[in-house]
């Protein structure tokens, strides 16, 4: 049952409850996100499955006739690739077209890098010391110039060979101008300079591309990378005052899910419902990518590693764990190191999270296997329609000789050469409810995600004080998890209830799609407070709020004062450049002047941002 809809969604649901599927679906131009709703009404809980480490041919699946599926690869016959690294003060990123190939078995295909090589390079910076980023589009036509939705905020038949970007380092304390708005786009022959002040704690943070309605096919091309910001603490160097490993012991694993043709060429889409060029919803991949490569495996010393886990996937959740049940300890996650390491087994990253992990090899006898794996299901309504967990990332193999020793260590805050401990979190000053809600009006071909029942370009914006403790309540009334993220702030989690959706939209029922719809959830939880897993208790930029349930965190947003600029402060799309044939900014070439001011907050299931769970807000005085 839809539990927040209008009352053309039951029509919809009529024709597919009497097996009219594609009936319905060629009524409109409906995206799978809906077609999904509907087989759930129609056809009950669907089989999940397991992947067995391989997919199927090439094509929609004659078993799951409404997927696309890989090609049979073998798994773990590609080594880890180890990703090139740079820094200093004033780098230079360009954006190119590319080719890659993400399996021994298969050649090359198309697709955008940041630089030489798919997913590089790792930029490493140093707390106190700017970075300045001279970045420049130098891309030619879109590996998936026929799959851009040209109906999705205002894209047009030039985006297929001009491809818009703009580049956002997710997790950073940056001026707005240089956040990377998703109005604030370069096109091939343009390009801007960032600029990040780095004044905040050492943590892994990533960049990516933001391009408005178009995020979701620029990353899945290859457009993210990671940013490694360091400290006087967390040094990344041998010695380091907290006891980490570092150099060849501490590796970022960049984890993607991808669905490949057997031409080398990746599809964004899952499912030939939905037609080429129309927005889908979300692709679940069958195969697991990690650092560019299909299932790779790498050879580790027996000792301690530092891995750092980024999920940069366009949909999935994934619930990680070792093939061997081993024990591990989660460091830090998306704003920094944790008061302690945390003792677990598992730890679950939506798209956009990060997890700071130290592993003990040194349990594996020398020529033993162990591997990354993942236990969440397909979403939902995904599994519905036959998407299977991806059960696999990569093979860890023990070599002979001894590796870093360790020990774990004890403390990582709070303690002689440690950074501060968080203290508790803070008591909030103002509550606010927010919503996730998917208004599918069939009236609103196609259909769409969306924060507070409003589109992006909405003024019904949150205004959150600077220097204000807030305490937002996260309502999912959907049933599927999003992960949201805020630009500029970090904040700590206070926990989870689950929500009786139905009474509350019978209570407060969902008006049309532009109308700010942000429901009280606590006269609906149904049960209480769950506080934050434990790899959850630090800082934090992006939450996975889980379905029907409400998510409570915790923010402060941050003074002019505090972070050495002003976070309300306009900006104009005139600091697009252009760059000529030596690299040098030359005379201002973006089309018209926009005055653009604040910062977005929004789910980091691409597919979703894109259209239309995104919106401003603004940190007022």
């Not at 022959?189 to 995020?215: C, K, S, V």
Request: contains cysteine; hydrophobic residues 40%; negative net charge.
């Amino acid at each position: 049952m839809v539990l927040c809809g209008s009352d053309h969604d039951r029509l919809f649901f009529l024709l597919v409850r009497a097996g009219l599927i594609m009936e319905a679906f060629s009524m409109r131009n409906i995206s799978r996100r809906t077609l999904l709703t509907g087989i759930a009404v129609g056809a009950g809980a669907g089989a999940t499955g397991l992947l067995a480490g391989r997919a199927l041919a090439d094509g929609p699946d004659i078993g799951r006739p409404l997927l696309f599926r890989s090609p049979t690869l073998a798994p773990f016959v590609d080594e880890l690739p180890m990703l090139d690294r740079v820094s200093g003060s004033r780098i230079a990123i360009d954006a190119v077209s590319s080719s890659h190939s993400f399996h021994r078995d298969l050649p090359p295909g198309a697709t955008l890098a940041y630089g030489d090589g798919y997913l590089d390079p790792v930029i490493t910076a140093h707390r106190g010391q700017p970075t300045e980023i001279r970045f420049r589009n130098r891309s030619g036509a879109h590996p998936f110039a026929p799959d851009i939705d040209t109906s999705l905020h205002g894209l047009s038949e030039r985006d297929r060979v001009e491809i818009p970007m703009s580049l956002h380092l997710h997790g950073g304390v940056t001026p707005p101008a240089s956040d990377g708005h998703p109005e604030l786009i370069s096109r091939p022959g343009q390009g801007m300079t960032y600029r990040f002040p780095n004044r905040q704690e050492a943590g892994m943070l990533w960049y990516h591309d933001h391009a408005m309605a178009i995020t979701r096919l620029n990353v899945y091309a290859g457009l993210a990378g990671i940013y490694e910001l360091r400290d006087e603490f967390d040094t990344g160097e041998a010695g380091n005052p907290l006891g980490l490993p570092s150099g060849e012991f501490d590796l970022p694993l960049v984890l993607q899910e991808k669905i490949v043709n057997s031409d080398g060429s990746q599809s964004i889409r899952s499912t030939p419902a939905v037609p080429q060029g129309r927005w889908e919803g979300g692709a679940v991949g069958d195969v697991g990518v990690v650092n560019g490569k299909i299932w790779p495996e790498t050879r580790v010393a027996r000792g301690l590693y530092r891995l750092r886990l980024l999920n940069a996937a366009s949909f999935s959740v994934w619930d990680l764990s070792f093939s061997n049940g081993m024990v591990f300890w989660v460091v830090g996650m998306e704003g920094g190191l944790l008061d302690a390491p945390a003792t677990t087994t598992r730890v679950r990253l939506a798209p956009g999270e990060r997890a700071d992990l130290l592993v003990d090899f040194a349990l594996l006898d020398p020529g033993a296997t162990v591997e990354l794996r993942n236990t969440e299901d397909a979403a939902p309504q995904a599994a519905q329609i036959g998407a299977v967990r991806m059960p696999v990332f990569l093979r860890f193999r023990a070599g002979a000789v001894r590796g870093f020793p360790g020990p774990v260590p004890a403390t990582l805050r709070g303690g002689t050469g440690q950074p501060h401990a968080m203290g508790p979190v803070p008591a909030p000053q103002v509550v606010r409810n927010v919503s996730l809600s998917q208004p599918s009006d069939l009236r609103l071909p196609p259909s769409i995600m969306s924060l507070n029942n409003l589109r992006f370009h909405s003024d019904d914006i949150e205004m959150p004080r600077q220097g204000t403790v807030e305490q937002w309540n996260i309502v999912n009334a959907t049933a599927d998890p999003h992960p949201v993220h805020l630009h500029l702030v970090t904040f700590r989690i206070l926990g989870r209830q689950a929500i009786n959706t139905l009474a509350m939209c019978a209570r407060e029922p969902q008006p049309p799609l532009g109308i700010k719809w942000t429901p009280d959830p606590d006269p609906f939880v149904v049960e209480p407070l769950r506080g934050p897993e434990p790899w959850e208790t630090g800082f934090k930029d992006t939450v996975v709020c889980d379905p029907n349930s409400v998510t409570r965190i915790v923010i402060r947003f941050p003074t002019a004062e505090e972070l050495g600029f002003d976070p309300d402060a306009t900006f104009t799309t005139d600091l697009i450049q252009g760059i000529d044939g030596h690299g040098t900014a030359t005379h201002h070439d973006h089309p018209g002047t926009r005055t653009l001011q604040g910062y977005v907050w929004h789910c980091h299931i691409l597919d979703h941002e894109d259209h239309d769970m995104m919106l401003k807000y603004r940190t007022v005085t």
